[in-house]
């Protein structure tokens, strides 16, 4: 956290850039115009202050886990598992279970001599 951050100008700061952020998003994903989607931004704002005011919210890179799976498996050639883990930022193990959720008795060729 930067001192900017921890003031309340800061704060403030950081508030209008999500207002503007969720304007364009509902701007470009959903097709309102501006004074709308403004107006909508700023009651998700509103609702974000009065539930969630004061923490910290994580947004996943990606969408529902199902989604990212199904990517995850599309990407997987069976061979490239290191480089299919750094483009989607998840462990071995992540990868493994997901592995494991879609086709339970697949074998899987790491690339590496088995130990």
Do not use: I, K
């Given at each position: 956290m930067t001192t900017q951050d921890a003031t309340p100008g800061g704060?403030?700061?950081?508030?209008?850039?999500?207002h503007y952020e969720l304007t364009a998003i509902l701007?470009?994903?959903v097709g309102l115009h501006e004074p709308f989607a403004s107006q909508i931004a700023e009651a998700v704002m509103r609702g974000l202050r009065r539930r969630r005011g004061g923490d910290s919210l994580y947004v996943p890179k990606f969408g529902p886990r199902?989604?990212?799976?199904a990517a995850v498996l599309q990407a997987f050639d069976g061979r490239n598992r290191d480089a299919v883990c750094r483009r989607f930022g998840i462990s071995r193990s992540t990868f493994y279970e997901i592995l494991a959720r879609r086709r339970p008795a697949a074998r899987v060729e790491t690339g590496h001599p088995s130990a």
């Open positions: 704060s403030e700061d950081r508030a209008v850039a999500l701007r470009e994903e199902a989604v990212r799976d």
